[in-house]
């Protein structure tokens, strides 16, 4: 025992300067990585998660549900992918909130998403394929980051709902479950002018359940 802390002692005193360093070094990234979150929670910035909601009007009244989420890396499964979903997220606005992704990306987007959505389904499907009953929907899906009205947080949302309900939106305004879902009702509009003039932001989906 006395040998081995003899040996720790002329260890540390041969090499302090390296070993204050990474000291030093691990001190200020804690530091900075601490700000960064404090700032973040304040800000409710949380664009390197992902979120995948189900959006639906019934009997007069919005619904939004949380189907999935997850850190955009872990969807994207690349560190550069991820960094660019955040970036395109930034440039989103009141007037556009979809994610200006480039045509020639967006399928590639979009199907990173819809593997993990129907991976939440798959049951349904085997279902179906087996002759059993199912229920079957056909829904639309694609990417924004809301930034009208009273969104509490920014995230990278992805955007699921009943293809027939986008094509055909009341013209009278839903109640809703909370004021802030107000947003919502603002981009479902903004889809739906979307997905007549640029259908490449969207994937069609099929749900079996």
């Not at 930034?90 to 556009?96: L, V």
Request: glycine share 4%; net charge neutral; charged share 30%.
């Amino acid at each position: 025992m006395n040998e081995a802390f003899v040996s720790l002692v002329d260890y540390v005193q041969g090499n302090w300067p390296e070993l204050l360093w990474i000291v030093t070094a691990a001190g200020a990234a804690s530091y900075i990585a601490g700000r960064r979150a404090r700032s973040r929670w304040r800000k409710r910035d949380f664009l390197d998660r992902l979120n995948v909601t189900l959006t639906s009007i019934d009997d007069g009244t919005m619904r939004i549900r949380t189907i999935l989420e997850m850190d955009c890396e872990e969807i994207f499964l690349n560190a550069s992918a991820a960094k660019a979903i955040v970036d395109l997220a930034r440039r989103t606005s009141e007037d556009d909130p979809l994610l200006p992704i480039p045509k020639e990306d967006c399928w590639q987007y979009l199907n990173a998403v819809l593997n993990e959505v129907s991976e939440r389904f798959a049951v349904g499907h085997i279902k179906r394929d087996l002759g059993l009953s199912v229920e079957r929907g056909e829904y639309v899906l694609c990417l924004t980051c809301e930034r009208a009205g009273p969104v509490r947080t920014q995230k990278v949302r992805g955007m699921l709902v009943r293809k027939s309900l986008l094509t055909a939106l009341p013209s009278e305004e839903p109640r809703y479950e909370s004021p802030s879902h107000s947003t919502r009702w603002t981009t479902l509009h903004k889809m739906a002018d979307q997905y007549a003039k640029t259908p490449y932001r969207f994937l069609d989906v099929e749900i079996c359940l």
